[in-house]
């Protein structure tokens, strides 16, 4: 394992060569989750994504075999796990998560298509977390900042070019967005989930970065996160960053008090749900609510009211030709050009069922910020920066879907900062190796041990005379 504490020059060969490595992976996957990728709305990208995109495929397999062979299968991070645990490639829970996903495949609805953008989106988590296990937690952010600035600079380069920045015509597009920036990514929306990434990683735990460059840089990314008219990222944003900011001066003694707030914000949506179930309703109702995300919405409920267990399927829901369940409800725009149903939650119950996105939301959103919350030893800054991209990620998925979905975006600088948080908090003293011991207790044949802080000396009491 490499010592990230140690500078580059003074590293061994073969941790230059890891280093490298896992930051050409790292790099490589961002930009062809960013500039990259095929578009994931409209007819002829629809039906690329359905064939499969053999470009990425092959340029994520290379960046695999290159880390694997390179930096090799797993990393022993400090206060590792040990035991068989220590062989394994990812969070136990993560696994958990991807296993269930497989298992979906036995009774999906077109398994060969399941099959390969299972392997596709296994692939991509396992090289962000293996970049990130030998990165570290400064490096990666230095990395992933510095190619958040080139993809702005390309962005706003992109729209001298006729053509190219703005947001064109497409069959069963909304014709409202025609004009709004997009840059080099293949959609609005994207655009400005990636301004809002640029925004937050500049304005929280920025260490090193000269403030003039910050300011200059978040100001950039909100201009444009502007004129690309991306509401949910817009929202979404603004509600992250207060996150980040009520967060910030919180510690781990106040870990007492999470369990009651919980429940009073909990109890507090409850009350809140027979005021406006009304609104909502009406809001459902309304085909031209939500730009049309009201007619997918329904449809999604309803298959799932009828396969609540399995779904379709991993990945066999949208883009899988005729025999998609699409066409059992529409024949329609929806069945036609919607390459998801803009809301990854629902997409996850349809294609995994239940317990799968309940699978999901465990091990992508709750226990990540548990690990997060109950880490004594990550700074405030840090804490405060990947919380708000945790919450950010998970807002998103209310009007968009990236859960689970390949390379998108979101889901990239999901499992991105959950590779961070575990990096982080693993290092950590906290009550979060208890609750994971606890739950490991009956699998592992030796106790899972946390890290401990240093011992205070204490001066030797004498007998007593």
């Known amino acids: 394992m490499i010592n990230r504490a140690r500078p580059f020059a003074l590293m061994g060969p073969q941790d230059q060569r890891r280093l490298v490595a896992a930051g050409f992976a790292l790099i490589g996957v961002l930009l062809l989750a960013t500039v990259g990728s095929s578009s994931f709305?409209?007819?002829?990208?629809?039906?690329?994504?359905?064939?499969?995109?053999?470009?990425?495929?092959?340029?994520?397999?290379?960046?695999?075999?290159?880390?694997?062979?390179?930096?090799?299968?797993?990393?022993?991070?400090?206060?590792?796990?040990?035991?068989?645990?220590?062989?394994?490639?990812?969070?136990?829970?993560?696994?958990?998560?991807?296993?269930?996903?497989?298992?979906?495949?036995?009774?999906?609805?077109?398994?060969?298509?399941?099959?390969?953008?299972?392997?596709?989106?296994?692939?991509?988590i396992w090289i962000l977390f293996r970049a990130v296990a030998e990165l570290g937690y400064a490096r990666t952010l230095q990395l992933v900042r510095w190619t958040l600035i080139v993809v702005l600079v390309a962005n706003y380069a992109s729209l001298l070019v006729p053509g190219v920045g703005l947001q064109p015509d497409s069959p069963g597009g909304d014709p409202s967005v025609v004009g709004n920036w997009r840059g080099l990514l293949p959609h609005k929306n994207l655009a400005g989930a990636v301004c809002a990434f640029t925004i937050l990683l500049f304005l929280?735990?920025?260490?090193?970065?000269?403030?003039?460059?910050?300011?200059?840089?978040?100001?950039?990314?909100v201009i444009f996160l502007y004129f690309s008219q991306s509401k949910t990222s817009q929202g979404i944003l603004f509600v992250a960053i207060l996150t980040g900011l009520v967060i910030r001066p919180y510690s781990t003694h106040y870990r007492a008090l999470l369990g009651p707030l919980l429940f009073m914000t909990a109890g507090l949506l409850l009350l809140l749900v027979p005021l406006y179930i009304e609104d909502a309703s009406a809001l459902l109702n309304d085909p031209e609510a939500l730009t049309g995300r009201s007619q997918i919405w329904p449809i999604l409920l309803t298959y799932a009211s009828e396969h609540p267990l399995t779904g379709a399927g991993f990945g066999s829901f949208w883009q899988i030709g005729q025999e998609g369940p699409i066409w059992d409800f529409t024949s329609g725009w929806i069945a036609q050009y919607a390459g998801h149903g803009h809301n990854g939650y629902l997409d996850m119950l349809v294609t995994?069922?239940?317990?799968?996105?309940?699978?999901?939301?465990?091990?992508?959103?709750?226990?990540?910020?548990?690990?997060?919350?109950?880490?004594?030893?990550?700074?405030?800054?840090?804490?405060?920066?990947?919380l708000s991209l945790l919450f950010f990620c998970a807002g998103h998925n209310l009007t968009e879907t990236s859960l689970m979905d390949r390379i998108s975006v979101v889901q990239v600088f999901l499992m991105l900062t959950i590779a961070l948080i575990y990096v982080q908090s693993q290092a950590s003293p906290g009550r979060h190796h208890q609750l994971r011991g606890r739950s490991l207790g009956l699998f592992a044949r030796s106790p899972v041990r946390q890290p401990v802080r240093a011992p205070v000396r204490r001066r030797p009491v004498g007998r007593p005379r």
Not at 65 to 71: I, N, P, R, S
Not at 102 to 112: G, R, T
Not at 205 to 218: G, K, N
Not at 352 to 377: E, K, N, Q, T
């Open 204 to 221: 929280f735990d920025r260490r090193s970065v000269p403030s003039y460059l910050s300011v200059t840089l978040i100001a950039a990314s």
């Open 352 to 386: 995994i069922g239940a317990p799968g996105l309940a699978i999901v939301i465990v091990a992508l959103f709750l226990w990540p910020a548990m690990r997060l919350l109950l880490s004594h030893a990550i700074s405030k800054d840090c804490r405060a920066l990947l």
């Open 41 to 124: 709305e409209g007819f002829e990208a629809a039906l690329e994504s359905a064939k499969g995109d053999i470009v990425r495929q092959l340029l994520l397999g290379t960046l695999s075999l290159v880390l694997l062979g390179v930096a090799g299968p797993v990393a022993m991070l400090p206060g590792h796990r040990r035991g068989w645990l220590s062989w394994l490639p990812l969070p136990v829970s993560i696994i958990l998560l991807l296993v269930y996903c497989l298992i979906s495949v036995s009774w999906a609805i077109a398994p060969a298509v399941s099959l390969r953008r299972f392997i596709f989106t296994a692939m991509v």
